[in-house]
T-cell receptor, first 114, second 116 residues
Framework: DPKIIQKPKYLVAVTGSEKILICEQY?????MYWYRQSAKKPLEFMFS???????DNQTASSRFQPQSSKKNHLDLQITALKPDDSATYFC?????????????FGEGSRLIVV | AEKVIQVWSTASRQEGEELTLDCSYE???????LFWYKHLLSGEMVFLIR??????AKERSGRYSVVFQKSLKSISLIISALQPDDSGKYFC?????????????FGTGTKLQVVP
């Protein structure tokens, strides 16, 4: 059974709309992350959370808002979607992030904005 | 500038061969960790092996091993006895103890195809 669940797996959205990507982890980790992978680019770090608090934010746009309603949840709300937001979004978790622990990833949510 | 560089975007080998995937990185930190991950065709991203900057041990995990050249800021992943299931995309990642020490930075990845 997958230990990190991401929903939906695939998503097509219209430009200007808003979507939420869901992530739940069942590894007992306290640190959670969002990464984005666009074509021919490195896996790009977006946010890190530890104990439901934001630790790092490397996303320039405020259209991306992480939401942590529970310790093992880190959802990603994206507003005013643009075609450039098309990418696969990976959620990950680890033991405390400040120690450089191994990341465990979900299978990704592939978003296409038309 | 990118901190983690994987020069080769693709590679192809025959089953049974050995492959070396190269990765170079930039850091001014004394303590850092380097990771190799594999992105499976199913979409899953899995951890393969890790190297700590302070370690001189030659890390190995099953058919995976690394060559860590600290002075050159280079880490190579070696996969022995390649199998078709080794096909996928391999990512090198860097974690540094420093101001932004809560996340790992990734390279662009190398896509490997193993031909039976």
């Amino acid at each position: 059974d997958p230990k990190i669940i991401q929903k939906p797996k695939y998503l097509v959205a219209v430009t200007g709309s808003e979507k939420i990507l869901i992530c739940e982890q069942y590894l007992g980790h306290n640190a959670m992350y969002w990464y984005r992978q666009s074509a021919k680019k490195p896996l790009e770090f977006m946010f890190s959370y530890s104990y439901q608090k934001l630790m790092d934010n490397q996303t320039a746009s405020s259209r991306f808002q992480p939401q942590s309603s529970k310790k093992n949840h880190l959802d990603l709300q994206i507003t005013a979607l643009k075609p450039d937001d098309s990418a696969t979004y990976f959620c990950a978790s680890s033991l405390p992030g400040h120690s450089g622990n191994t990341l465990y990833f979900g299978e990704g949510s592939r978003l296409i904005v038309v | 500038a990118e901190k983690v560089i994987q020069v080769w975007s693709t590679a192809s080998r025959q089953e049974g061969e050995e492959l070396t995937l190269d990765c170079s990185y930039e850091t001014s930190q004394v303590l850092y960790h380097l990771f190799w991950y594999k992105h499976l065709l199913s979409g899953e991203m899995v951890f393969l092996i890790r190297q700590t900057s302070s370690s001189t041990a030659k890390e190995r995990s099953g058919r995976y091993s690394v060559v860590f050249q600290k002075s050159l800021k280079s880490i190579s992943l070696i996969i022995s006895a390649l199998q078709p299931d080794d096909s996928g995309k391999y990512f090198c990642a860097l974690w540094e103890r420093g101001n932004s020490g809560t996340y790992q930075r990734f390279g662009t990845g190398t896509k490997l195809q193993v031909v039976p």
